[in-house]
C-alpha cells in the first residue's frame, strides 16, 4: 500500500519561503515514476504545482509559481520537496504531493488528477499580506 505524508506547512509572511516534505513509502521499486504537489485554495478547485520525473531530471512547473518553487526528491530518504520562494499571499492553500506509480514518467498532462493514484492527506500553507 503506497502511503504519502506531507509535512512543512505552516504560516509565513508575504516574501517568506516554506519547504514541503512528502515521505513516500510501500510501492515496489520502479525506475521510473511521477511525483507531484498540487494546492487547492477555499473555494477553489485543486490545481498542479509541479511534477518531478524521477531518475530523469525532468521537472514541470504551472506559470503561478515558476522561478519562484523548485521541486526535488531524496531517493536515499524516499522524500519528495518543494522549496517555496517569495511566498504570496494567493499561495495560501493546502498543498498535496501526489504519485503516479506505474513505471512510467509524468505525462504530458502533468497537471491533470486523473493521471495520478495515490494522494497524500495535505499539509496547510498560509501566506499573510
Known amino acids: 500500500q503506497v502511503e504519502l505524508v506531507e509535512s512543512g506547512g505552516g504560516s509565513v509572511q508575504a516574501g517568506g519561503s516554506l519547504r514541503l516534505s512528502c515521505a513516500v513509502s510501500?510501492?515496489?521499486?520502479?525506475?521510473?515514476?511521477?511525483l507531484a504537489w498540487f494546492r487547492q485554495a477555499p473555494g477553489k478547485e485543486r490545481e498542479a504545482v509541479a511534477a518531478?520525473?524521477?531518475?530523469?531530471?525532468?521537472?514541470y512547473y504551472s506559470d503561478s509559481v515558476k522561478g519562484r518553487f523548485t521541486i526535488s526528491q531524496d531517493n536515499a530518504k524516499n522524500t519528495l520537496y518543494l522549496q517555496m520562494n517569495s511566498l504570496k499571499p494567493e499561495d495560501t492553500a493546502m498543498y498535496y504531493c501526489?504519485?503516479?506509480?506505474?513505471?512510467?514518467?509524468?505525462?504530458?498532462?502533468?497537471?491533470?488528477?486523473?493521471?495520478?493514484?495515490?494522494w497524500g492527506q495535505g499539509t496547510q500553507v498560509t501566506v499573510s499580506s
Open positions: 501526489a504519485t503516479s506509480m506505474g513505471g512510467r514518467w509524468c505525462p504530458i498532462r502533468w497537471d491533470m488528477e486523473r493521471e495520478y493514484n495515490y
Open positions: 518531478l520525473s524521477s531518475g530523469s531530471g525532468y521537472t
Open positions: 510501500g510501492y515496489g521499486y520502479s525506475s521510473r515514476y511521477c
